[in-house]
């Protein structure tokens, strides 16, 4: 199986930045999109950036210009630019990958998810 493992969380004032990131182990035959998600109490996990294997990159509106998505494909790792970061972005981050183990079996994997909190 593929284990994703996240890193670069922690505690920063409004208008501070971290930087994520989450590197991707197992029996990978091919990688596609990796992406981050993040998830705050009592609300469902909501996309906040994907990069496909490309590096075509998508984001929420919400942090459209503040978050930058880039990877790393030499070593299945994705990352996460957090600029000018508000109290709105407090979350548990978490990395998703898929692609494949073989030509005929696909993964899709998860993280153990990241605490960012944004707070004075």
């Known amino acids: 199986q593929v284990q994703l493992v996240e890193s670069g969380g922690g505690l920063v004032q409004p208008g501070g930045s971290l930087r994520l990131s989450c590197a991707a182990s197992?029996?990978?035959?091919?990688?596609?999109?990796m992406g981050w998600y993040r998830q705050t109490p009592g609300k469902q996990r909501e996309l906040v950036a994907v990069i496909t294997s490309d590096g075509s990159a998508n984001y929420a509106d919400s942090v459209k210009g503040r978050f930058t998505i880039s990877r790393d494909n030499a070593k299945n790792t994705v990352f996460l630019q957090m600029n000018n970061l508000e109290p709105e972005d407090t979350a548990v981050y978490y990395c998703n990958a898929d692609g494949k183990l073989s030509l005929l079996k696909s993964f899709a994997s998860w993280g153990q998810g990241t605490q960012v909190t944004v707070s004075s």
């Open positions: 197992g029996s990978i035959f091919r990688l596609n999109a």
